[in-house]
């Protein structure tokens, strides 16, 4: 999978040209922080409209599709819940991952956007997020290529983790 990297503005966003946004939602941290709240204010309350309804609760194992046009460059937008924030740790991270690529597949979108869980409110280290993400990327080569939504200095401390990924891979293909 090739991995590039946009940051949580909604200018940068717009720039972005991939089928389907994956955001990850705690069940207890309101309001909606970072792109999660970005993309909440893009579509008018529609994300906090569901929360409000019950309709979404961002508890674990929750998938939640909308639809992103006309107001986001995505025709796609999936929600996954990833339970309490205070219960975060690798296997839920892991878990969020797993579901969030599998759902991918199974919608066949091959090029995505996505937040990693527990990056939006720093629950999780940037390199040990993408080690996770990777991990799981490489049990579905279906996903061509993802936009990871993170800030220029996690993008940073990401990019070893990804280079060594792509050496990896490239020492396999020989």
């Known amino acids: 999978m090739e991995v590039r990297f946009v940051a949580p503005d909604l200018r940068r966003l717009d720039e972005v040209a991939t089928e389907a946004l994956a955001l990850v939602l705690f069940e207890d941290e309101r309001p909606l922080r970072r792109e999660a709240g970005l993309v909440d204010w893009r579509l008018c309350g529609a994300i906090s409209r569901l929360l409000l ?50 759902t991918l597949d199974a919608a066949l979108v091959r090029g995505s956007t996505v937040s990693l869980p527990g990056r939006a409110t720093g629950r999780i280290e940037p390199d040990h997020a993408m080690k996770i993400f990777l991990g799981r990327a490489a049990m579905h080569p279906e996903q061509d290529h993802a936009y990871v939504i993170e800030p220029p200095e996690a993008a940073r401390a990401m990019m070893p983790v990804v280079e060594r990924e792509r050496r990896r891979e490239h020492a396999d293909e020989i």
Not at 62 to 88: C, D, I
């Open 53 to 102: 309804r019950g309709r979404a609760s961002g508890r674990r194992g929750e998938t939640v599709l909308l639809p992103g046009w006309p107001r986001l460059p995505f025709e796609k937008v999936f929600l996954f819940g990833a339970g309490s924030s205070a219960e975060f740790d690798d296997a839920v991270a892991d878990g969020v991952v797993e579901r969030m690529l599998s």
